[in-house]
């Protein structure tokens, strides 16, 4: 079965400190993978996508990694602000799925604290 | 930013209502979905849709239905709602691109609560 497992569940650190999310999968055969941002009650913006190719992505204070050998991807957060507390999705999509089907985690709520 | 709406945003009913959830897009795409999610848990896609007149149902079994009359339109109908239905609902677009789905652009989510 096809799955996105993230850690951690939650993550609370203080304001200008860095941190990483993490994702595995094991959604085969792999296409791309997305991070998404979703501040509390609104709906999720995609912050960067890997492809198989790409090791590291950067998209101002996010850093984005992917190992496809191992399954893992990386979101790391650098001198983090108040605004980055949201829960931060990953989503992977394979190849060989119909259109809009996309495998999701269950997200890692991160709280950036004064 | 992306301009994807959905209305209401907040709707609070009681059981046997028939309730619509809307959502249009202004941005020409042609691919549509309607996402379940519930606190702590991931999206599950409930309808998806290519284009004008055509449906589907997603990965997670829902007595609701869709409609796609009008590219920019995608409502979602439930005919007789019940607490088992109190959810987020997020509706989704995406643009004309290869098979692989693209980048989702979401809309605000309607908060259902069937008491």
């Known amino acids: 079965k096809n799955q996105v497992e993230q850690s951690p569940q939650s993550l609370i650190i203080l304001e200008g400190k860095n941190c990483t999310l993490q994702?595995?999968?094991?959604?085969?055969?792999?296409?791309?993978l997305r991070w998404y941002k979703q501040d509390t009650g609104r709906g999720p913006v995609s912050l960067t996508i890997?492809?198989?190719?790409?090791n590291t992505k950067s998209n101002g204070r996010y850093t984005a990694t992917l190992d496809a050998d191992t399954k893992q991807s990386s979101l790391h957060i650098t001198a983090s602000q108040l605004s980055d507390s949201a829960s931060y999705i990953c989503?992977?999509?394979?190849?060989?799925?119909?259109?809009?089907?996309?495998?999701f985690g269950r997200g890692t709520q991160l709280t950036v604290w004064p | 930013e992306a301009d994807i709406y959905q209305t209401p945003r907040y709707l609070v009913i009681g059981t046997g209502k028939k309730i619509t959830l809307e959502c249009s897009q202004t941005?020409?795409?042609?691919?549509m979905y309607w996402y379940q999610q519930d606190p702590g848990m991931e999206l599950h896609l409930i309808h998806y849709?290519?284009?004008?007149?055509?449906?589907e149902k997603g990965d997670l079994s829902s007595e609701s239905t869709v409609s796609r009359i009008r590219t920019e339109h995608f409502p979602l109908t439930l005919e007789s709602a019940r607490p088992s239905h109190t959810s987020q609902y997020l509706c989704?677009?995406?643009?004309?691109?290869?098979?692989?789905?693209?980048?989702?652009?979401f809309g605000e989510g309607s908060r259902l609560t069937v008491l």
């Open positions: 994702c595995n999968y094991t959604v085969s055969p792999f296409s791309n």
């Open positions: 989704a677009s995406s643009g004309p691109g290869d098979r692989v789905a693209g980048e989702l652009f």
């Open positions: 941005m020409g795409h042609d691919k």
């Open positions: 989503v992977v999509s394979d190849r060989g799925s119909t259109l809009g089907r996309l495998y």
């Open positions: 890997m492809t198989f190719s790409e």
């Open positions: 849709s290519y284009g004008v007149n055509s449906t």
